[in-house]
Structures are given as structure tokens and as C-alpha cells.
């Protein structure tokens, strides 16, 4: 069975993912900064081990990543999966400061965890990179800094995934709305959430339980085939 690093495993969609790897007996380090849900997860599978990071912190990044090379750890699969959305503002007047977290996070860190876990992963390793509806195929025009910095995620995916030739698999995610914390706060609370979902094409957003075989399947030797792609999981609501 593999290892696999997913980052922002203690909630949501990371948390789903990192669950289903430990069902099918796959060793799980997984990536968050919540000490008390970092415990919860780990006492939810004996194969999941938390791992505290800020991944907006450089130098957090390296010292992590020194601590699996010196483990000699050799990694299956990476779901670069923590973001945040930043701060939702017109596009005329964000500040350029509004980018500063969005970037550094979602971007700038997947690029430093790709870049130091590149060296610890088995050839025919698998990178899913979450992305989102969201700069992929939907642009609301509150979350400019947000939309910018998936768009940014899909294009380092495809540079890596054309850079390593196969040897290594980079695939990009793109979800619709998912029923997590991050959607309720983008939102204004989870009330206002649930109600703005009944106006999705199917009445009701995903459950992180509903999307995570997603990336379990592009984690897996099972979409081998697959590379270099951003594959939008919407349950149809950029149909309507
Ligand atoms: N929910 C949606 O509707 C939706 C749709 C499309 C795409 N996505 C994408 O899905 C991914 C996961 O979102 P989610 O909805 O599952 O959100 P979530 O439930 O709020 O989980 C976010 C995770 O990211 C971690 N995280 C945030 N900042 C971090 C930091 N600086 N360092 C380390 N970990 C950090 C959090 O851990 P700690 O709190 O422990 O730090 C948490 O585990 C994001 O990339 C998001 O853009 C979500």
C-alpha cells in the first residue's frame, strides 16, 4: 500500500480524502495547521498521521519537507489541497495586498510542496492539485484574487505534468460548491449556504465524502492514463 501527503486534511474535502487513502490501507500524512482536529483524524485511522504546518510560512514548508526526506519517506501521491479564498471585493477597487495570502497559499506554496516532494516520490506517483470551478470554467466577480490564483494552480499543473514526462502524474481538480466549512464562510454561514444550494442544478451541493473518490481515483494507478488535466466535478452546475 502508499503514503500519501495531503495537505489541509483536517476538514472538508482533504479530510475526506485522507479518510478514504486510510480505508484502503494506505499510510496517510496529513497537513494542517488545527492541533485539536489534527488529533481527531489521527485517532480516526491508525494510518493517518498529522502533521502542524502553516503552508504560508516558507520556512515551515522546508522544515516539514526536511522531516519526511530524513524519514526517508518515499511518497505515493500529494493532494495539494489547503486554500483560502482571501477577502471577496470588487475587482476595481481590491487593494493588490487582497492577492498577497490568496497567492502565497494557494499557489506560491503548492509550487514549494511540489518542488521539495518531487525528490521523494515513486516513480508513478501521482500529484492531484485542488483547483475549483472557480478561475477554471466560472468567474464571480467578487473573488478575483481567488479565480486568479486556481487559474494559476491549473497552469503550474500542466507545466509540471508536461515537465515529468509521465513519470510523475499532475492533475488538477475542479470542484462546484462542496458542503465544507470554506463554502460556508464564502457564504456568510452555512444557513445562507444551504439555501443559496437549493438553487443548484440539483438542489444540493456535494459532501466532501461525494468528491473525494475523485481524487482517490487520479491518486490511484487506476487513472494511469490520465495527465495533465483539470477536471471539472460539478454535479452539473455550471450547466445552469
Ligand atoms: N468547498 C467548496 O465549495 C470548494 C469548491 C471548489 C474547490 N474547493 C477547494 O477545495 C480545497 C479544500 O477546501 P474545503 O472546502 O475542504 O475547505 P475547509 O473545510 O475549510 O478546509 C480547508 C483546509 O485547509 C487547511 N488550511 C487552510 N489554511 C492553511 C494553512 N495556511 N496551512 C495549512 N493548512 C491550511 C485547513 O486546516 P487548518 O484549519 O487545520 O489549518 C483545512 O484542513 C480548497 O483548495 C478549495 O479552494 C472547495
Avoid at 482533504?14 to 496529513?30: C, K, M, T, Y
Avoid at 491508525?46 to 520556512?59: E, G, K, N, P
Avoid at 464562510?185 to 473525494?212: C, I, N, S, W
Amino acid at each position: 500500500m502508499g503514503t500519501f501527503l495531503i495537505t489541509g486534511a483536517t476538514s472538508g474535502i482533504g479530510r475526506a480524502v485522507a479518510l478514504r487513502l486510510a480505508e484502503e490501507e494506505h499510510d496517510v500524512i496529513g497537513v494542517g495547521r488545527d492541533e485539536a482536529r489534527g488529533e481527531e483524524i489521527e485517532a480516526a485511522s491508525a494510518r493517518i498521521t498529522f502533521v502542524a504546518c502553516d503552508l504560508s510560512q516558507a520556512d515551515e514548508i522546508e522544515t516539514m519537507m526536511d522531516g519526511l526526506k530524513d524519514q526517508a519517506i518515499t511518497l505515493d501521491g500529494l493532494f495539494n489541497n489547503a486554500a483560502t479564498f482571501g477577502r471577496p471585493g470588487t475587482p476595481e477597487r481590491l487593494p493588490a495586498s487582497a492577492f498577497d495570502d490568496v497567492f502565497e497559499l494557494n499557489v506560491l506554496a503548492t509550487n514549494r510542496l511540489i518542488q521539495r516532494a518531487i525528490p521523494l516520490l515513486a516513480t508513478g506517483a501521482s500529484v492531484v492539485n485542488n483547483a475549483a470551478i472557480v478561475g477554471h470554467v466560472k468567474f464571480p466577480p467578487m473573488l478575483g484574487p481567488y479565480a486568479a490564483s486556481k487559474a494559476a494552480v491549473i497552469a503550474l499543473t500542466k507545466t509540471f505534468a508536461h515537465r515529468m514526462k509521465g513519470k510523475v502524474r499532475f492533475n488538477a481538480v475542479c470542484f462546484g460548491p462542496v458542503d465544507t466549512p470554506l463554502s460556508h464562510k464564502l457564504y456568510g454561514g452555512e444557513a445562507k449556504f444551504q439555501e443559496a444550494m437549493t438553487h443548484h442544478f440539483r438542489g444540493h451541493a456535494a459532501k466532501p465524502d461525494e468528491v473525494a473518490p475523485v481524487v482517490t481515483f487520479l491518486l490511484s494507478e487506476a487513472s494511469s492514463y490520465i495527465n495533465g488535466q483539470a477536471i471539472t466535478v460539478d454535479g452539473g452546475y455550471t450547466l445552469s
